[in-house]
């Protein structure tokens, strides 16, 4: 299919008729501004598609990259024995009775205390009903907080933190293990960008 190109002087008449071009051809529209290329839009599924092509490729071109530099593979025995080590270790974590030691990043902190006092000057019940569940939910990470899925978005590292829903499935904590620390780096509101808070706080 041809490049489409639109200016912005009609994005600005026919937004709706743009974006239906976005969603239905899954191409991008390239934008001009006085003649020249400017901005490209795309709709949102066509985006992370191209995202996770993106992911996928440079995991399979970094791989080859570090073939072609001389780095050692591992056999099916040694992958087979690596895999069954992190298993065991897997197993191992999550049946240690301890406790960590549960820190909240003071961001973190800031921006969840103006969204309860918001929600207070709604309703006082429901702030006390969400901060009591809230509180339940971060002291249960001080008991396996390995039980909770990977929070895996894209420019994160992979495996890196872990997620926790509470609040009807309306609010994330998001966290770090590190030895005996959890570090939790966001509280998000899920009816919001799920991938800002935690790049925006550092």
Known sequence: MATIIKSSSELRKNYNNIAEICRSTKKPVFLTRNGAGDTVMMDVETYN???DDLANAWRLLSAERARIQGAEGYTVDEFEEN??????EGQSMTNIERDYHVII??????????????LARVSEDAANQLLNEMIECIQSLKKMPYRNPFYNRPYLIVDKY?????GNGRYRIVYQISGVYVFVDDIQDCRQSDDKSILYKV
């Open 105 to 118: 990043d003071p961001a973190a902190n800031d921006r969840m205390a103006n969204h309860m006092e918001f």
């Open 83 to 88: 895999m069954r080590l992190r298993s065991r």
């Open 49 to 51: 598609k191209r995202e």
């Open 162 to 166: 872990r997620s926790l829903l509470f």
